[in-house]
């Protein structure tokens, strides 16, 4: 039987203090994994259906296959895990801007870590995904290569899912806020393919001004509002999923 509580790491980041912790839920007996910034919580393996309902309404726009996809965000894997169980998925490059949180998936630390580092599909960079979306030459860890593949300046995908801020409007860095504007959002859509797709994850609800910016840059768009038992308020939470699809010619 696992202890209550533990802090299994915690360092000094360029953000701020990250910390990652188990805890035994006293409902399910369950262990529950979460990761803070600070003081602020940044995600939970106890709320999950966001995260896997970013990847299945985002690849559900991406065409049969074989794809080409980027996840901007690491956090506890479950994005990329459920990229990685669609067959149709031939390479997941994952972009995280904390060396420490790829370390946790390569040590293992977390429960979908060593899965998803060792599938041959998959590749972890430590990278600003807002900058390397944006074409910047610094990702503040020196010279970067234009797009969102180190490897292969101006690679274009077939789909990119990006789950980082808690919403466009509530960003973890000022230098995120670029990136939802129309400049920034052309800029992405550039790295797509033609019919390529970008799903956003949102933990508030819809935003028709963010849904207006959106259009301006993609022929399609749509927003899903995504609900999820919440047992710690005793109810139902929801979460956001954008969906934008690139014209196809």
Same mark, same amino acid.
Request: aromatic share 6%.
């Given at each position: 039987?696992?202890? $209550?509580? =533990?802090?299994?790491?915690?360092?000094?980041?360029?953000?701020? =203090?990250?910390?990652?912790?188990?805890?035994?839920? &006293?409902?399910? +007996?369950?262990?529950?994994?979460?990761?803070?910034?600070?003081?602020?919580?940044?995600?939970?393996?106890?709320?999950?259906?966001?995260?896997?309902?970013? %990847? $299945?309404?985002?690849?559900?726009?991406?065409?049969? #296959?074989?794809?080409?996809?980027?996840?901007?965000?690491? #956090?506890?894997?479950? %994005?990329?895990?459920?990229?990685?169980?669609?067959?149709?998925?031939?390479?997941?490059?994952?972009?995280?801007?904390?060396?420490?949180?790829?370390?946790? !998936?390569?040590? #293992?630390?977390?429960?979908?870590?060593?899965?998803?580092?060792?599938?041959?599909?998959?590749? *972890?960079?430590?990278?600003?995904?807002?900058?390397?979306?944006?074409?910047?030459?610094?990702?503040?860890?020196?010279?970067? &290569?234009?797009? *969102?593949?180190?490897?292969?300046?101006?690679?274009?995908?077939?789909?990119?899912?990006?789950?980082?801020?808690?919403?466009? $409007? !509530?960003?973890?860095?000022?230098?995120?806020?670029?990136?939802? $504007?129309?400049?920034?959002? %052309?800029?992405?859509? =550039?790295?797509? *393919?033609?019919?390529?797709?970008?799903? *956003?994850?949102?933990?508030?609800?819809?935003?028709?001004?963010? +849904?207006?910016?959106?259009? =301006?840059?993609?022929?399609?768009?749509?927003? !899903?509002?995504?609900?999820?038992?919440?047992?710690?308020?005793?109810?139902?939470? %929801?979460?956001?999923?954008?969906?934008?699809?690139?014209?196809?010619?």
């Amino acid at each position: 039987m696992s202890a $209550r509580f =533990e802090e299994i790491d915690w360092r000094p980041t360029p953000m701020g =203090e990250i910390s990652l912790r188990r805890r035994r839920d &006293p409902v399910s +007996g369950q262990d529950v994994y979460e990761v803070k910034l600070g003081d602020e919580y940044l995600m939970s393996s106890l709320f999950t259906m966001g995260e896997v309902e970013l %990847t $299945r309404l985002g690849l559900a726009e991406a065409g049969d #296959g074989p794809l080409d996809v980027v996840v901007g965000g690491l #956090g506890l894997g479950y %994005t990329a895990r459920t990229a990685l169980d669609d067959p149709r998925v031939r390479s997941l490059i994952v972009v995280d801007a904390l060396a420490e949180v790829i370390d946790w !998936h390569r040590r #293992g630390l977390v429960p979908l870590g060593e899965a998803i580092a060792s599938d041959a599909r998959c590749r *972890l960079v430590r990278g600003d995904f807002f900058a390397m979306a944006a074409g910047s030459t610094d990702d503040g860890a020196g010279a970067a &290569p234009r797009g *969102l593949d180190p490897e292969t300046p101006g690679r274009r995908f077939h789909a990119i899912l990006l789950d980082v801020d808690h919403s466009p $409007r !509530h960003v973890l860095h000022p230098s995120h806020a670029a990136l939802y $504007r129309r400049d920034g959002l %052309t800029a992405l859509a =550039e790295l797509l *393919l033609p019919g390529g797709v970008f799903a *956003l994850w949102s933990n508030d609800p819809p935003d028709d001004e963010f +849904g207006s910016v959106l259009a =301006e840059a993609f022929a399609e768009t749509s927003a !899903h509002v995504v609900e999820f038992d919440n047992p710690l308020q005793g109810g139902a939470s %929801t979460n956001t999923v954008y969906v934008a699809r690139k014209t196809v010619a």
